[in-house]
Nanobody, 117 residues
Framework: QVQLVESGGGEVHPGESLTLSCAASGLDFGRSTLAWYRQAPGTQREFVATISSSGELAYTDAVVGRFTISRNNAAHMIYLQMNNLKEEDTAVYYC???????????WGQGTQVTVVA
């Protein structure tokens, strides 16, 4: 059974930084594509960043140059370093994992990030 547990959310001021972590278990971590999504109140969940099993990266335009996704295959951890946070980054952040061989992706329960002036 796949389990993803996010942590590291909190309340910060604009311009500050946060690092989100996601601990994964129950999946073939090294052969999975990992991602972060977010959902603000009243909106649909949206893609933020992804890192493939080979290390390829992709980001949504709104976070390019500010956010960095990374993975530690030995520790089965996924990270999202968020710098220069803006109020519009306020959302619940979710990590997602999907095996490269296919199948339904797994999601964590989310962690709240609030950026307030």
């Amino acid at each position: 059974q796949v389990q993803l547990v996010e942590s590291g959310g909190g309340e910060v001021h604009p311009g500050e930084s946060l690092t989100l972590s996601c601990a994964a278990s129950g999946l073939d971590f090294g052969r999975s594509t990992l991602a972060w999504y977010r959902q603000a109140p009243g909106t649909q969940r949206e893609f933020v960043a992804t890192i493939s099993s080979s290390g390829e990266l992709a980001y949504t335009d709104a976070v390019v140059g500010r956010f960095t996704i990374s993975r530690n295959n030995a520790a089965h951890m996924i990270y999202l370093q968020m710098n220069n946070l803006k109020e519009e980054d306020t959302a619940v952040y979710y990590c997602r994992a999907r095996r490269d061989s296919g199948g339904i992706p797994s999601w964590g329960q989310g962690t709240q990030v609030t950026v307030v002036a």
